[in-house]
């Protein structure tokens, strides 16, 4: 069910608002060993369960999002909610202000879960990175969700929360939906203000909607995307899309990825991947396969660049302005040092040490600056597709989630599962991952449009979705 029919219901009466949160609080307790949720409050969500409750009685105007429930990443900043981004360092930070997108959210009468666990400071893919321990995945435990937005999925996966909002980079909000077997949208760069969104690697990052079916994220962009005079990147107008009952699959133009040999796939993604291509070509689409250069190496590139950003944007943790401070210093270098020794994780440490080392200027910079030439051979090569198609089909994450554990310590594996994620990220393109069995482990491709082309991405992928 959607979400615009779920908030009918609540207005008409016919689901008792009240009664349906005292369920959700039950099952998010219920599953507590799922390690979800970092900041949850019953009483916080009872209280604007109440408040909006009121408004409904006293036959007040209520707002487009009355009642829909949303679980949100913890990097992305809650007023009266710790922002830990799944790092000791920031254990006990709260923030004094709303993120743009969560006042927004909040005028249309959303309600708030709390904040969700994340892979620390939105670096994995695995859900393993957090301080706060691993998240599990609610269709198998002992399966990792996915990351970096991986309370993000498993909420939604979970039915916990009807939409989830999360950080994408590098393919986080498509990976842990994939895994997680629900729906997860990476809009064009520049569509969503990620004022109060904590920065990883600032030319990539991009927050995203995840949710259990394509429609529910029509309303949803439609609040949060467009202009904010807050961040400089986002796009000069107003969101309003519209599903288009006229559009069809029939003749539209749709570029696969041939010699898949090469990317090391896994047999479930290669023939889930496979069957998508034949649902689309029996509804009319026509599907042509292109030989991809450059994406192959995507993620190796991706180090480098989103490591030389990251290592810049780190840099703000230092024990005096944000967060944990060590007790162990004598002088103001210590007191920094030890501050990051003691604050960060492995993974983070990791990408602060590479990232430094790319940008020194001992060798001029020549491995950032090799990497921003690949970077943008590859966001060409993308680009100069999509001028003949209209969107691109590949699957979303290579490989199927493994063990929770198992390889935790293969950084590189790890980054291997994005490949036709991060050459999105790269191009600032949208991008949406659809299951082929929703809720159920296995395969989900990737749709990828033209820049500012999503509302016609979000009505293919309903389209598509519609004909499983
Ligand atoms: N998994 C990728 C990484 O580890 C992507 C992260 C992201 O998109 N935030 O960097």
Redesign the pocket.
Known sequence: MDILSIREDFVSGKVDLVSFYDDVIKKIDDKKDLNIFLDFSKEKVMERVNFLNEKLKNGEKLGSLFGISVSVKDNILVKGYKNTCGSKILENFSPIFNATIIDRLLEEDAVILGKVNM?EF????SGETSYFGATKNPLDESLIPG??SSGSASSVSADLAMISLG??????VR?PASFCACVGYKPTYGMISRYGVVS?ASSLDQVGILSNDVKSILPIINVIGGFDEMDAVTMRDAVNFKEDSEFSLNGIKIATVSNLEQYELDEVVLNDYKKAIENLKNQGAIIEEVDFKYIKHSTNV?NVV?SSEVSSNMSRFDGIRYGYRTENYESTRELFTNTRSEGFGEEVKRRIAMGTFYLASSNNQALYKKGLEVRDLISKEVNEVLSSYDFILTPTTTCLPRKIGDEKDNALS??AG?TFNVPVNFAGLPAISVPLNLKKIGGSVQFIGKRFDDEKLLNLAMNFERGL
Request: proline share 0%; aromatic share 10%; net charge negative.
């Open positions: 892979d939105a670096m994995g893919g990351g970096s950080s994408d980079t590098g393919g986080s990976n990883m991706y989103m790890a980054y994005d």
